[in-house]
């Protein structure tokens, strides 16, 4: 078996409209010496995401769309996209600009760029959360505040990149909005669903996990 299966680009909630409960988390190592001090060591550099989704009692047509969805994943084998509703733009609360996000060159003669999102942190710390699954149809593009056209590239929604056609390369000054999705997988290898009628059922909230992804080697860019 390979150490990543392969991913599903398919979202959850376009096969069934749910609730959600969600958190970010860090692994952070703490060691308490005899005097009382502590020691704090940064395992991760970027949290990790949790989810809780909500069913509910639903009609068994939705249960068995669920159903199907879960075994298509395999439980926890395969990932799949999930619509944080609290952050999926490049900028909250309005629709992307093509000024928004500052991306970053992925090779050096400036024919592959990748999706990422600042996060302001004091004193003085910016980090940059990788983007990985942008919505393709969302994605603007600028090269220093002058909009280019989508004819000039195409996005590699699946790897989190852009590449430029030829003739129009950049070395600097690129831009994006965008929408973006999750990489998620189901935190439980078992689907509990409860009949409470003859025509609907229910089952307890489903657990996500967000999923670190490998960053694509650019021979794989075409």
Not at 59 to 67: A, D, K, T, V, Y
Not at 147 to 158: G, L, N, R
Request: charged share 25%; net charge positive.
């Amino acid at each position: 078996m390979t150490m990543f299966p392969p991913f599903h680009d398919v979202r959850l909630q376009d096969a069934l409209k749910v609730g959600a409960g969600g958190s970010a988390g860090f692994s952070t190592q703490l060691m308490t010496t005899a005097s009382g001090f502590e020691h704090r060591n940064a395992r991760w550099f970027a949290p990790r995401r949790r989810y809780e989704v909500y069913i509910g009692t639903r009609p068994l047509s939705e249960l068995r769309r669920l159903q199907s969805f879960f075994l298509e994943r395999c439980g926890r084998l395969h990932g799949f996209l999930w619509r944080d509703i609290i952050d999926y733009r490049s900028r909250a609360f309005r629709a992307p600009l093509a000024n928004d996000q500052t991306m970053k060159r992925l090779s050096d003669d400036g024919r592959v760029w990748a999706f990422f999102k600042g996060l302001k942190s004091p004193p003085r710390l910016k980090r940059l959360r990788r983007i990985f699954k942008p919505v393709a149809s969302s994605v603007l593009l600028a090269h220093n505040r002058v909009p280019i056209p989508p004819e000039q590239y195409v996005v590699h929604a699946a790897h989190g990149v852009i590449a430029f056609h030829a003739g129009h390369y950049r070395t600097e000054g690129v831009t994006a909005g965008f929408e973006f999705d999750v990489p998620v997988r189901f935190d439980t290898d078992r689907l509990e669903i409860r009949m409470v009628t003859d025509i609907a059922g229910n089952c307890e909230p489903i657990p996500l996990m967000e999923i670190r992804v490998p960053e694509v080697s650019l021979d794989d860019i075409p």
